[in-house]
């Protein structure tokens, strides 16, 4: 009896062992099922994300390349103008001003009115540039701002005289390049001017 029932039990831990391998058989299988379709999902995302860089990379040289074309033709563009576009330098007026102002002065009214009325009849497609500038008293920075206030007035004054703003470039050269370069109050009083620079 005793014999009959150590065989029952180890018929029923044998038979236990079996099913517990089947049963660890099909988790592994399941587990491994569950990995293999993150797997393919993953696979599928990576498919996708370089498709997209090889359409970005085709894009990119596509752009290239049309960037390549375009310098080109700008740069024959540039040789075929080349010496066509220069500006011929017309005329060259110039009017003076106080020691530290940029009030115009009635000689300075008369000199531009009249250059307003030859602009207007004799070129009219004239382009003005004017360039201020101050005697070296007062420090480069200072000088460089009522250059700037001068011309400012200059250009003003003609376009109330009927010049058109479109055609007329302001700046400063301050006491950077003076008409005179001896120390006295005369050379001062030439350095202390707008030209007007006529082009066409």
Not at 160 to 184: I, Y
Request: net charge neutral.
């Amino acid at each position: 009896m005793r014999m009959h029932a150590s065989g029952i039990l180890l018929a029923v831990t044998l038979a236990g062992l079996t099913v517990s391998a089947c049963a660890t058989e099909d988790y592994v299988d399941e587990h491994i099922a569950a990995v293999n379709t993150r797997i393919d999902g993953l696979s599928a995302k990576v498919d996708q994300v370089a498709g997209q860089v090889a359409a970005n990379t085709g894009k990119i040289n596509q752009n290239a390349s049309a960037a390549s074309a375009a310098q080109a033709r700008a740069d024959a563009a540039y040789t075929l103008a080349e010496g066509k576009f220069v500006a011929t330098e017309v005329g060259r007026e110039e009017v003076n001003f106080a020691t530290g102002s940029s009030n115009l002065s009635d000689e300075a009214k008369a000199s531009l009115t009249a250059l307003a009325e030859r602009l207007k009849s004799a070129n009219k497609y004239a382009y003005l540039e004017i360039a201020g500038h101050a005697d070296p008293r007062g420090g480069s920075k200072f000088n460089r701002a009522l250059g700037r206030e001068r011309a400012g007035e200059v250009a003003r004054f003609l376009h109330d005289q009927g010049v058109p703003a479109s055609r007329m470039q302001v700046g400063s050269w301050g006491e950077e390049r003076p008409k005179e370069t001896e120390k006295s109050s005369e050379a001062n009083a030439a350095n202390r001017r707008v030209v007007i620079l006529i082009t066409s």
